[in-house]
């Protein structure tokens, strides 16, 4: 596989994931998730679509870059990759243990363990390929924005 075709495979990959992960939350979205208290700091629901969109570009190209790295650094690639695919599958379950289970709590202490997941892909994506790491940043911004408003809503609806 080329360059180009690692990435893109990738990519779809995230936009899958996430798209998935979207069924999970659509209804909750219009029945559930409005009758929660939320935080001053909440932002509109409009937005959650189109910064995970980007997000899952992102990291479907930081993944893809590293994956080109393969025939060099094998071993080291297997584990990013790994790891990278242990903090995708992460993010699909936290938004089944939020939206799907309709529980706070357990999705807030899962998003601590997705956060450690995300952190260690960027740290070992960063090894790898300098820009793939940078391409992390976001979503571990993102993550730990979503870990505090996970935390609050359960805070604030215990």
Known sequence: MNKITRILSIVVTCLVVGY?????????IT??????????????????APVW?????????AAGLVWDRIDFEKESV???LQFFAIQLALNALWSYLFFG???PMLAGLEIIILWLMIYET??????INKISGYLFIPYLLWVS??????????WLNR
């Open 20 to 28: 998935f992960s979207g069924m999970v939350t659509r209804s909750a």
């Open 31 to 48: 029945t559930w998730y409005p009758t929660l208290i939320k935080p001053s700091f909440n932002p509109p629901n409009w937005i959650f």
């Open 53 to 61: 969109s980007m997000l899952y570009i992102m990291m479907g190209l």
């Open 78 to 80: 297997r584990k990013a």
């Open 101 to 103: 289970l309709k529980n």
């Open 122 to 127: 960027y740290i070992q994506f960063s090894k």
């Open 145 to 154: 924005f979503a870990a505090i408003l996970n935390g609050s809503i359960w």
